[in-house]
């Protein structure tokens, strides 16, 4: 080791920090009691991976004290300390888990969390816990000793621009013979966290759970311990009450919503686990991160293993919870995850119980399940596309925004099937007032057919397969041929209409398709249409609009050309049945048709300023200028 490295020296913190301690520092929050959940989960962390680690190193375990988390109140030197005998941090370790915040998606919480008039919420959830202590505290003194080493460091910060951090001192040093001690330097204004009634409040009520006994040190008499430091999962049911899961939810997913739905089993039999798992009320913010982490976490026989299991495919990651295996070996390492067939099994076992759940809970409590779809939704439906096997439950567990309403089920919308109809029809675009404008629901509009408004992205993937439920195919009116004929129309004048005079239907087409040439793929008459003149359509075969345009934003795929369907009983169309053959007003009327139907989709013309100049044109003409 190097002078540098051993010699006391003071390290600005990462941008994002010190931007957050700001925060921190200048709260404005009314609740400050997550300052104390938050560090001792932390305290519980380091305890959890020294157990594990100690599974393939016994010998860092030693002959101490058995793992546990002590709470030292000092009323004379106004100071809370939070102690460990876990695994403890190296130099550098302090280095990178106090100085820097590593989670992707850091800044755009920073700026919730602005936003936020409230941020209690947020920053456990978001894994930045330790960092909430300067609510509470002037100044922050850590010690800490990593199991299996001789050196003890000691990081200190007043919540400004940066850090020191030296070696500790040897009175500092024979105290902490391993893990971790946090020395909570309080301000004047945060002087309750002192009282022993005030710790076991805030303990008892976010940190009872913890598997690991929490010893309160008072100042005068014996240490007690103040927490259960039961496997609540490995209880029975009825032994525990609403309270008890809330409070384990909020422990376990380190949140401050109530749970919307609580699964909690024990499975016998080849396996044996016990499952406790909840479905939150509220989105999290790495919800759509790319790695769609899951979150439950793994135990063995009650030895914390690991969060980064999989346990549940990446459609359930908004799932919070653990699973403790009775049968599964405690060294098992990452890429025995990944292969063992007991893990397997149980991934999809709890996956099918899950869903279950679900269908449950969407039959027997329609508020609390609509908290989960409107937080999830958009997550679940990622198993349609993804999960052959359960696609017809993800589909029947669905909730969609129609024409005909908000939240309907695909077996409400087939239960209001009008005469003749055989489809389920859908629309997909990137939000559902745009879609409700759009020209391709007249022709179901006029019959009073109920569609699918589909605004989130995952819709263009999972449409893009084909799809039916209860033996009714899903047909987009974006794609393809669309034959509705055989459905009455709602209104009985709009039903003589379609005998009205039309433009010749071959001229007219010809005419517009040399005017477009390469523009379009081709041009149909439209059945789609009643009022509006044109709309764009993809092949049948090909992947639809909107995917496309999902697809050319990432770069991904090629794009085809569309197809202008055009409707020929509109004027304009007419006008150019009209025309005579070659004439400016043909080629500005054709293009006219295409870029309305562009913009009408949400793209811009491929020339925006021809456009314009086009208009102006036309409109002139039509004011006899």
Same mark, same amino acid.
């Given at each position: ?360 809970? !969407? +039959?027997?409590? %329609?508020?609390?399940? $609509?908290? @989960?779809?409107? #937080?999830? *939704? ?5 198993g349609i596309y993804e999960d052959f096997e359960r696609r017809e439950k993800l589909l029947a567990l669905s909730r969609f925004t129609t024409t005909s309403g908000e939240k309907r089920s695909l077996k409400d919308v087939i239960a209001d099937f009008k005469p003749n109809q055989t489809e389920i029809y859908y629309l997909v675009g990137d ?70 005079? !039309? +433009?010749?239907? %071959?001229?007219?087409? $010809?005419? @517009?398709?040399? #005017?477009? *040439? ?108």
């Amino acid at each position: 080791m190097t002078t540098s490295d051993t010699a006391a020296h003071t390290q600005p913190f990462q941008a994002e920090v010190s931007e957050l301690l700001h925060l921190m520092v200048h709260s404005v929050y009314s609740e400050t009691d997550i300052f104390l959940r938050e560090l001792v989960s932390n305290a519980s962390d380091a305890c959890d991976k020294l157990r594990y680690e100690a599974i393939a190193s016994p010998a860092l375990l030693g002959e101490g004290d058995a793992l546990k988390i002590r709470i030292i109140p000092n009323k004379q030197a106004t100071t809370l300390t939070i102690a460990d005998n876990g695994i403890g941090m190296e130099r550098q370790e302090l280095i990178d888990h106090l100085g820097t915040i590593a989670r992707s998606g850091t800044k755009a919480f920073v700026s919730k969390l602005k936003e936020a008039k409230d941020g209690l919420g947020l920053i456990g959830q978001f894994g930045v816990g330790f960092y909430s202590a300067f609510m509470v505290a002037e100044k922050i003194v850590v010690i800490s000793r990593r199991a299996g080493e001789s050196d003890v460091w000691s990081w200190t910060s007043s919540g400004g621009s940066g850090f020191e951090i030296a070696r500790a001192g040897d009175e500092d040093a024979a105290r902490v013979a391993r893990g971790t001690e946090i020395v909570l330097h309080l301000k004047d204004d945060a002087k309750k966290y002192l009282e022993t009634y005030e710790i076991e409040r805030v303990v008892g009520a976010y940190s009872d759970n913890i598997l690991f006994p929490i010893e309160l040190v008072p100042e005068e008499g014996e240490p007690r311990q103040i927490n259960s430091a039961s496997a609540l999962w490995q209880r029975s049911k009825s032994e525990l009450s609403a309270e008890d899961y809330k409070k384990a939810y909020q422990q376990i997913a380190s949140a401050f919503d109530d749970p919307a739905m609580t699964l909690h089993y024990r499975a016998e039999g080849r396996y044996s686990y016990a499952v406790l798992l909840f479905a939150p009320s509220t989105k999290p913010f790495d919800l759509f991160e790319p790695n769609r982490k899951g979150r439950v976490k793994l135990y063995v026989r009650r030895v914390f293993i690991t969060d980064d299991a999989d346990l549940l495919p990446g459609y359930l990651r908004f799932i919070r919870g653990v699973v403790d295996s009775e049968d599964l070996p405690l060294n098992i390492s990452r890429e025995m995850l990944q292969n063992n067939p007991q893990l397997a099994q149980i991934r999809k076992a709890v996956a099918t119980r899950v869903v279950s759940e679900l269908e449950s809970l !969407a +039959a027997k409590d %329609a508020e609390n399940f $609509a908290k @989960i779809w409107d #937080a999830f *939704g958009a997550v679940l439906k990622e198993g349609i596309y993804e999960d052959f096997e359960r696609r017809e439950k993800l589909l029947a567990l669905s909730r969609f925004t129609t024409t005909s309403g908000e939240k309907r089920s695909l077996k409400d919308v087939i239960a209001d099937f009008k005469p003749n109809q055989t489809e389920i029809y859908y629309l997909v675009g990137d939000s559902v007032e745009r879609l409700k404008s759009n020209p391709r629901l007249e022709a179901a509009a006029a019959r009073g057919i109920e569609v699918l408004l589909l605004s989130d992205p995952v819709d263009a993937f999972w449409t893009s397969m084909p799809t039916e439920f209860d033996g009714k195919p899903l047909k987009s009116l974006s794609q393809g041929d669309l034959n509705l004929d055989l459905i009455p129309r709602v209104d009985a004048t709009d039903e003589a209409k379609k005998d009205e005079p !039309a +433009a010749d239907e %071959a001229a007219t087409i $010809a005419v @517009i398709k040399a #005017a477009l *040439g390469e523009r379009v793929g081709d041009v149909k008459a439209s059945t789609r249409l009643t009022s509006s003149a044109s709309c764009l359509v993809a092949d049948g075969q090909g992947p639809s609009r909107e995917l496309e345009r999902i697809l050319s934003q990432q770069n991904r795929g090629m794009k085809t050309k569309p197809i202008l369907e055009i409707n020929l009983r509109h004027p304009l169309v007419a006008a150019i049945a009209r025309a005579e053959a070659g004439a400016k007003a043909v080629d500005d009327l054709s293009l006219l048709l295409l870029e309305q139907a562009q913009i009408l989709d949400g793209e811009l013309p491929e020339d925006p300023a021809a456009f314009a100049a086009r208009l102006n044109r036309l409109v002139l003409q039509g004011l006899g200028g």
